[in-house]
C-alpha cells in the first residue's frame, strides 16, 4: 500500500492546492472554466498528438491484450449509459458519466504504477491501453455527443453539423494528425517534441487543480438519489471494470500472466480528468464526474494495493 500511496498522493496534492486558492479567494469560480479551456485546447492534445507520433504499431501489436482492456472499457461505458438513460434520459450527460466510469487515468498513475508492479513491459502495455482511451474511448464518446447536440434535424444535416464540429474538435485533430509519423516512418522533429513534452506535462497538473477548484465552489447540496448513483459509478469504476478485465483474460483470451495482471491494474485505475475536461468543454454539470475521480482515487489505493497483495 506504500508503493501505492506514494503515486496517489501527488494527485491529492494537486487536487489540495486547487481547493486551497478557490477558498482562499486567491483564484475566483472563472479558473475551471479557464483551465479547462487550457487543457482542452492546448495541453491535451499536446499529449493525445505525442503519445501517437511517437508509437510503433508492430510494438503495440498485441491483439489479446487490446481486446481485453477496451472489452471491458466499453461493457462498463455501455452500462452506465443504459442506467443513465433509464434514469435520466438519453441526453448528452450519458456519455461523459460512461467515461466517468471507463475511464482509468493510464498516463499519470498508470504508468509509474505498472512500471513498479511489472518492469518495462507494464510502460508498453500501459501505452496501449492510453492510446485506446485517446483514439477509441474518447473519440467515441465525443461522437456520442455530437450526435446527440444535434438531434433532431434532419439525418444529412446532423451529418454535416456532426463532422464539421469534429473537423474542429481539437481533442479529435490531434491524434490524427500525430498518426502522420509512424505512417510515414518519419521522426518527430527534436524541437517539436520537447515543445510539445513541456505543453503536454501541463496537462494533469492544471486539470487536477482545476478539479480542486470545482470542489472548493460552493453549490447545492446532493441530493440522496445523487449519492446513491454516485456509489453506483463508482463501484462501475472499481468493482465491475477489473473484475471484467480479469475475467475476459482469463477464460476467454487466456492471456499471459503478466499481461493478464497489467490488464486488471489498468482497469482497476481511478478514472482519470478526461471526463472532467470534456464536462467544461461542452459546458455540462462537472459535479458527478467530479466526485467520482476524487472519490475512486480514494478508493483505489485499498483496491490496487489489495489485487498486487494478493498476486505476489
Known amino acids: 500500500m506504500t508503493s501505492v500511496l506514494g503515486i496517489v498522493l501527488p494527485v491529492f496534492a494537486l487536487v489540495l492546492a486547487g481547493w486551497l486558492v478557490r477558498r482562499f479567494d486567491v483564484i475566483g469560480d472563472d479558473a475551471v472554466r479557464e483551465f479547462n479551456t487550457f487543457v482542452v485546447w492546448l495541453a491535451l492534445p499536446a499529449v493525445l498528438f505525442l503519445v501517437i507520433a511517437q508509437s510503433s504499431w508492430h510494438q503495440l501489436w498485441q491483439p489479446g491484450f487490446v481486446a481485453v482492456f477496451g472489452l ?7 452500462v452506465t449509459e443504459i442506467i443513465h438513460g433509464l434514469r435520466s434520459g438519453y441526453d448528452t450527460d450519458g456519455p461523459l458519466l460512461g467515461l466517468a466510469t471507463s475511464y482509468p487515468n493510464t498516463a499519470y498513475l498508470g504508468l509509474p504504477l505498472l512500471i513498479a508492479a511489472l518492469g518495462p513491459p507494464g510502460a508498453t502495455l500501459t501505452l496501449i491501453a492510453t492510446i485506446f482511451i485517446a483514439c477509441v474511448l474518447l473519440t467515441g464518446a465525443i461522437v456520442v455527443i455530437e450526435l446527440r447536440l444535434h438531434a433532431g434535424s434532419h439525418p444529412l444535416r446532423i451529418a454535416v453539423r456532426v463532422a464539421k464540429s469534429l473537423a474542429t474538435n481539437p481533442l479529435i485533430i490531434a491524434p490524427i494528425a500525430g498518426a502522420f509519423f509512424p505512417l510515414t516512418g518519419l521522426a ?13 506535462a501541463a496537462a494533469s497538473p492544471v486539470a487536477l487543480v482545476a478539479l480542486g477548484v470545482f470542489l472548493a465552489q ?18 462501475l469504476k472499481l468493482i465491475v471494470q477489473p473484475a471484467l478485465a480479469w475475467a475476459l483474460g482469463t477464460y476467454v483470451f487466456a492471456l499471459p500472466a503478466q499481461t493478464l495482471h497489467a490488464a486488471v491494474l489498468l482497469a482497476m485505475l481511478p478514472t482519470g480528468t478526461g471526463p472532467f475536461m470534456l464536462a467544461g468543454f461542452y459546458r455540462r454539470d462537472p459535479g458527478a464526474t467530479a466526485r467520482v475521480i476524487l472519490i475512486t482515487t480514494v478508493a483505489s489505493i485499498v483496491t490496487i494495493s489489495g489485487y498486487l497483495a494478493w498476486i505476489g
Open 188 to 200: 518527430l522533429p527534436h524541437p517539436l517534441e520537447v515543445f510539445l513534452k513541456l505543453l503536454g
Open 72 to 78: 471491458s472499457c466499453a461493457i462498463v461505458y455501455a
Open 218 to 235: 460552493k453549490r447545492p447540496n446532493e441530493t440522496p438519489l445523487g449519492t446513491s448513483f454516485t456509489t453506483v459509478l463508482v463501484a
